[in-house]
C-alpha cells in the first residue's frame, strides 16, 4: 500500500549528509549516511543490497566509490505507469547532466554522483524482467527522443547510462547439457564490436575461461566471411562469444563436425539432444535488485576509465561468482 504523500512523486535519499531539497515538491531528500531508517522502505532495501552485494562484495569498486563519497542516490517512484517513470528518470538525468549552448551535455555534479531509481508499482515490470529490461533498452530513449524539441543530433544516450537491476534478472545462462567442447553449432559473430545480424558454423572450443567464467565460450568458425575481412588470420576466426548468441536449436546442434563451409557443417547429423537454456548463472545475482531500479551513470565517468581497468574488473567478477555460485550469493543475503 503506497502512503498518501507519495501519490504524486519521487522519494529520494542520498549518501551524502548534504541539506539539498529539490525544486519540485514530489521530492523529499533524506540523509541516509548516519541513519538507515531514512527514506522509503524500498530505499531502505535497495540500500541495504546495494551494501551487501556490488559494494560488499567488491564487484563494483565504482559504486564504492560513489558511495563513499556521499554522491550516490536512492529515488523511489511511486507511479504505475511506465510513462511517468520516464518522466522521473529524465528529471534525474537533468541532476547529473546539462545541455550546452553546443547542444552537447556537461557534468555538474561531482564524479561518480550517480542515481537508482526504484520503481515498485509498475505491475508489469514486477511481473516480467524482460518487459522491464526492454523497456530499459530501448522504450525510454524512444520517449526521450520523442519528448526533446532539440532539432540537433545529440542524443542523450551519448552521455547517459541505463542499466537494469530486477529481482527476477536472468540474462547470463550456461550452455545446455547437450553443447560442449567440440559440439558444431550455429552461432552470430563479433563485427568490430558488435553483433552479427545473421548465425554462420562454428567449432566450440572452450567452455569455460578466466576472463568471461561460463558468460562467454570460445568457437572457431568455418567460414572466413564471419571475420572482418579477408586478410583476418585464425585468431580472428576464433572468437569469444556470449552463450545467448548461439542457436539452441537441436538441428544446428552437432558434434565434432569441422572445417569447410555453412553447407557442408550443416549437413551433420543433428544432435537428438532437447533444445533448452543451460542453468541461470550466479553472475545473475550481481543485478538481482529486491524491485525493478534503473541506474543511471554519467558517461564521463565511464570515460575516465582505461579498458584495462574495465576488463580487469569483469575478469574479477567472472572469477568471484563461479566461486561463490548461487549459494555463497544466498549466504551473503542472509
Known amino acids: 500500500m503506497k502512503h498518501a504523500e507519495e501519490e504524486s512523486g519521487c522519494h529520494s535519499s542520498s549518501s551524502s549528509s548534504s541539506d539539498e531539497s529539490s525544486s519540485s515538491s514530489n521530492y523529499a531528500l533524506h540523509d541516509t549516511s548516519t541513519d538507515d531508517d531514512d527514506g522509503s522502505p524500498e530505499q531502505r532495501q535497495v540500500k541495504k543490497w546495494t551494501l551487501q552485494i556490488p559494494i560488499g562484495l567488491g564487484l563494483c569498486p565504482w559504486a564504492a566509490k560513489s558511495h563513499n563519497q556521499g554522491n550516490l542516490r536512492y529515488v523511489t517512484y511511486t507511479s504505475e505507469t511506465p510513462h511517468d517513470v520516464a518522466v522521473c528518470v529524465q528529471r534525474e538525468i537533468q541532476r547529473l547532466v546539462v545541455k550546452n549552448h553546443n547542444h552537447h551535455y556537461d557534468s555538474i555534479t561531482p564524479p561518480w554522483s550517480t542515481t537508482l531509481v526504484i520503481c515498485p508499482y509498475v505491475k508489469e515490470w514486477n511481473e516480467s524482467f524482460p518487459t522491464f ?130 553447407s557442408e557443417s550443416n549437413s551433420g547429423s543433428a544432435s537428438s539432444a532437447p533444445s533448452q537454456q543451460g542453468t541461470a548463472l550466479a553472475d545473475n545475482a550481481m543485478h538481482q535488485a529486491p524491485y525493478p531500479t534503473i541506474h543511471i551513470i554519467n558517461n564521463a565517468d565511464l570515460a575516465s576509465l582505461s579498458i584495462r581497468d574495465i576488463s580487469r574488473v569483469k575478469r574479477k567478477n567472472a572469477h568471484r561468482m563461479m566461486k561463490l555460485g548461487w549459494d555463497g550469493v544466498e549466504e551473503k543475503l542472509a
Open 133 to 262: 529490461d526492454r523497456f530499459v533498452s530501448h522504450d525510454i530513449w524512444d520517449q526521450f527522443e520523442q519528448d526533446d524539441n532539440d532539432e540537433s543530433n545529440t542524443s542523450i544516450s551519448d552521455d547517459i547510462t541505463l542499466v537494469a537491476f530486477h529481482p527476477n534478472f536472468l540474462r547470463w545462462h550456461g550452455l545446455p547439457d547437450n553443447i560442449k567442447e567440440g559440439s558444431v553449432v550455429q552461432s552470430h559473430y563479433g563485427i568490430i564490436g558488435k553483433k552479427s545480424v545473421e548465425t554462420a558454423t562454428a567449432t566450440v572450443i572452450e567452455t569455460c575461461n578466466k576472463a568471461f567464467g561460463m558468460r562467454k565460450v570460445k568457437v572457431r568458425f568455418h567460414n572466413e566471411e564471419t571475420n572482418e575481412s579477408a586478410a583476418c588470420n585464425a585468431r580472428r576466426q576464433e572468437q569469444y562469444v556470449p552463450t545467448d548468441w548461439i542457436s539452441l536449436h537441436a538441428s544446428n546442434i552437432r558434434e565434432g563436425i569441422e572445417g569447410g563451409n555453412n
